[in-house]
């Protein structure tokens, strides 16, 4: 069975081909996928698709793109929600210095707010961060060009009991037996396996087999044309969509690039998603 550790199933471009995606699912053994909302606006749809179909992991979080539009009373809805549905993990949540500092220009929709700066990310980072500890749950981070950031304030404060991911893991090689030390996941992805992802792929050689998750991040991230094996239209903006049944061209990359057979690498990441989501 392959588990997709983090995706956005409930994503509009996505809404489209659920049938379909539900349909390759099940014949390629994907009995799990971990849906995350990333805003108050998204978390009703994740909890309509978990009670739609049985490989939907629920997830709920604020994610740093969408801490300045968040209402009042986030925290409290957030909360709610997770006692609401014991499954549920925290996420997506994190810091993202690259949506401040390296985004190109118009990269959100006209008359979006502006991106919070990187203090107001992370005031909604912490108290999401004690939730997942508070309620044992595991926690879905993502994380832009703030990796010193991050080390730092998981170093600071507890954790949860379970672990955490971080989600397409794009820190360096080095900091991978620190991270694993704190009691962090990684979930390779896809998109990894472009020519140009080297550093990535350098982390992901030394990743402990006991820490490794596959994740696609769809609609998000697409694999490089070689490995595609799922193509779906672009989007109305044109941007490409990934397919979550591209998960298994991702776990076939992944074994390619440790040298461990796919059935070794497919049971030890069940292993892993068992023990972090349950």
Same mark, same amino acid.
């Given at each position: =069975?392959?588990?997709?550790?983090? *995706? #956005?199933?409930? +994503? ?20 799990? =996928?971990?849906? *995350? ?7 009703? !749809? ?16 604020? #994610? ?16 709610? !929600?997770?006692?609401? +549905?014991? !499954? ?19 990269? %959100? ?27 044992? !749950? ?10 010193? #950031? ?24 080095? =900091?991978?037996?620190? %991270? ?40 998000? =991230? ?19 969509? *990934? ?28 292993? *892993? ?6």
């Amino acid at each position: =069975m392959l588990r997709d550790a983090h *995706n #956005h199933l409930q +994503d509009d471009w996505l809404a489209s081909h659920l049938d379909e995606i539900a349909t390759e699912a099940d014949r390629l053994d994907i009995d799990a =996928m971990v849906v *995350n909302g990333t805003a108050e606006t998204d978390w009703p !749809r994740v909890a309509v698709l978990a009670e739609r179909f049985a490989f939907v992991r629920p997830s709920y979080g604020l #994610h740093p793109w969408d801490v300045a539009g968040r209402s009042p009373h986030w925290l409290e809805t957030l909360r709610a !929600r997770l006692v609401a +549905d014991p !499954r549920a993990a925290v996420g997506e949540i994190g810091i993202d210095r690259w949506i401040l500092e390296s985004a190109p220009a118009g990269y %959100f929709p006209a008359g979006s707010p502006p991106p919070a700066p990187l203090a107001e990310q992370i005031a909604c980072f912490l108290p999401q961060l004690a939730l997942a500890v508070e309620l044992d !749950r595991p926690a879905s981070i993502h994380c832009l060009q703030a990796w010193g #950031h991050l080390d730092e304030l998981l170093r600071s404060r507890p954790l949860p009991r379970r672990g955490f991911l971080l989600h397409a893991y794009g820190g360096s090689a080095e =900091m991978v037996p620190g %991270f694993a030390q704190l009691g962090a996941y990684f979930s390779f992805n896809g998109s990894f396996l472009a020519e140009k992802k080297t550093r990535q792929r350098a982390a992901f050689r030394v990743v402990p087999a006991d820490r490794l998750l596959v994740e696609t991040d769809a609609p998000a =991230m697409p694999l490089p044309a070689p490995w595609l094996t799922h193509p779906l239209p672009a989007s109305p903006e044109g941007k490409p969509v *990934n397919h979550p049944a591209n998960l298994a061209a991702t776990y076939r990359g992944l074994a390619q690039l440790r040298g461990v057979p796919e059935a070794e690498l497919t049971a030890q990441v069940a292993a *892993n998603f068992a023990r972090l989501f349950g």
